[in-house]
Nanobody, 121 residues
Framework: QVQLVESGGGLVQPGGSLTLSCAAS????????MGWYRQAPGKQRELVAS???????NYADSVKGRFAITRDNAENTVYLQMNNLKPEDTAVYYC???????????????WGQGTQVTVSS
């Protein structure tokens, strides 16, 4: 069973920074698109950023220029560096292995358990 374990969440003041990590196991990490999502209370879960196997990145407009997604295939880990955090970034952040085809094989998606990020003074 694929495992995705997030870490690095916490309480930070507006303007501060946090780095989230997602450690993957029991999967061929390097071949998959990985994403970070977030869900604030009363809102739908939304894509924050994603990164392909070749390192191409995509960001939600709300985080462009502030957040950066990276991956370390040797460590089976994907990161989300969050800078200049705002109160509206408060949410539970989830790591996800995206579903899709890799070659001739279709892979389902998997979610981590989430980590809370709270931006408040």
């Amino acid at each position: 069973q694929v495992q995705l374990v997030e870490s690095g969440g916490g309480l930070v003041q507006p303007g501060g920074s946090l780095t989230l990590s997602c450690a993957a196991s029991r999967m061929m990490f390097s071949i998959h698109v990985m994403g970070w999502y977030r869900q604030a209370p009363g809102k739908q879960r939304e894509l924050v950023a994603s990164i392909t196997s070749s390192g191409t990145t995509n960001y939600a407009d709300s985080v462009k220029g502030r957040f950066a997604i990276t991956r370390d295939n040797a460590e089976n880990t994907v990161y989300l560096q969050m800078n200049n955090l705002k109160p509206e970034d408060t949410a539970v952040y989830y790591c996800k292995r995206e579903r899709g085809w890799v070659g001739r094989t279709y892979y389902n998606d998997y979610w981590g358990q989430g980590t809370q990020v709270t931006v408040s003074s």
